[in-house]
């Protein structure tokens, strides 16, 4: 199964669901006892010491390519501003409409990515894709 | 046109997260998984200084809080850099399909370890995320077509 799912291409995005849905997790049992922005600033502590160690790993020559770090650059704190605006509507609205609103962002990704890279799906993965969307639509509810 | 007060910032997160997430896949032309992972962490932590200043510095210390806050930085960091590998080697359109279902892997923990209640509705959206995942696999075997 791990030769087929490697094959495929599946194992590395599904080893980052399966650790996603645990990262997703954690911080909930981590807030009982520390505010957000205490657990935030730990948990970026925490991903330094996994992503450090890899500057040893590439000799501490890091690629610079100013058009890739302005990406990475603008990809973060696009995330950051999605997230204020995020909390902004929790704040104002109600919590299941705008969670289950906002859990639709893979289909912004797929257009994009179907305009700008041309990427294909072919008809089971649509079916896929709309059964993902439907079953990340019932969860966030 | 936008009614409720909350729509407008709705709409502004799937987009602003949407483009977010497809920003990645077109530095990993331009930077190696390992080299992208740590220019991104590096500004997640200069983001995590910035919120710090606005709280007047004021971080907390709870032993088991910091410990489980440490161990999502470092299952964050694993997965990230692993969810950089798959954009490397896959489509972005496969990638974000299967690593979006990550709320169903969430879902199944807190039912597992907080014992919360598993609703009708969270149930049918983990076995149709379980199927879904199934339907990549197989078509992963197929030829695109459109």
Redesign the interface.
């Known amino acids: 199964v791990i030769k087929?799912?490697k094959a495929?291409?599946?194992l590395?995005?599904?080893?980052?669901?399966?650790?996603?849905?645990?990262?997703?997790?954690?911080?909930?049992?981590?807030?009982?006892?520390?505010?957000p922005?205490?657990?935030?600033?730990?948990?970026?502590?925490?991903?330094?010491?996994?992503?450090?160690p890899?500057?040893f790993?590439?000799k501490g020559k890091?690629?610079r390519?100013k058009?890739?770090?302005g990406?990475?650059?603008?990809?973060?704190?696009?995330?950051?501003?999605?997230?204020l605006?995020?909390y902004?509507?929790?704040k104002?609205?109600?919590v299941a409409?705008?969670s289950t609103?906002?859990?639709?962002?893979?289909?912004?990704?797929?257009?994009?990515?179907?305009i700008?890279?041309k990427?294909?799906?072919?008809?089971?993965?649509?079916?896929?894709?709309a059964?993902?969307m439907?079953?990340?639509?019932?969860?966030?509810? | 046109m936008l009614s409720a007060p909350w729509l407008l910032p709705s709409f502004l997160a799937i987009i602003l997260w949407g483009v977010s997430m497809f920003l990645p896949k077109l530095a990993i032309r331009r930077l190696p998984p390992f080299h992208m992972t740590l220019y991104s962490y590096s500004i997640f932590m200069f983001g995590a200084i910035v919120l710090q200043a606005f709280y007047g510095f004021h971080i907390e210390f709870d032993l088991r809080g910091v410990l489980l806050a440490l161990s999502v930085g470092v299952i964050g960091g694993v997965s990230q850099i692993i969810y950089n590998f798959s954009l490397h080697t896959r489509s972005i359109t496969y990638s974000i399909v299967i690593t979006s279902l990550y709320p169903a892997v969430a879902t199944l923990l807190a039912f597992i370890f907080l014992g919360e209640a598993l609703t009708l509705r969270q149930t049918t959206g983990i076995l149709l995320g379980i199927c879904s995942l199934i339907l990549m696999v197989k078509a992963s075997d197929q030829k695109t077509e459109s």
């Open positions: 087929r799912l495929s291409g599946l590395a995005p599904l080893a980052a669901l399966l650790l996603w849905g645990l990262w997703a997790f954690l911080p909930k049992l981590a807030m009982q006892n520390m505010q922005h205490s657990v935030i600033f730990y948990e970026a502590v925490g991903g330094w010491l996994v992503t450090l890899l500057l790993f590439i890091l690629v390519n058009m890739g770090i990406l990475v650059f603008c990809g973060s704190n696009l995330g950051i501003i999605a997230i605006c995020y902004t509507a929790l104002i609205g109600p409409t705008v609103i906002t859990a639709m962002y893979p289909i912004v990704v797929m257009t994009l990515a179907r700008f890279l990427e294909k799906m072919n008809r089971l993965q649509f079916v896929a894709a059964m993902a439907v079953a990340i639509y019932l969860l966030a509810g």
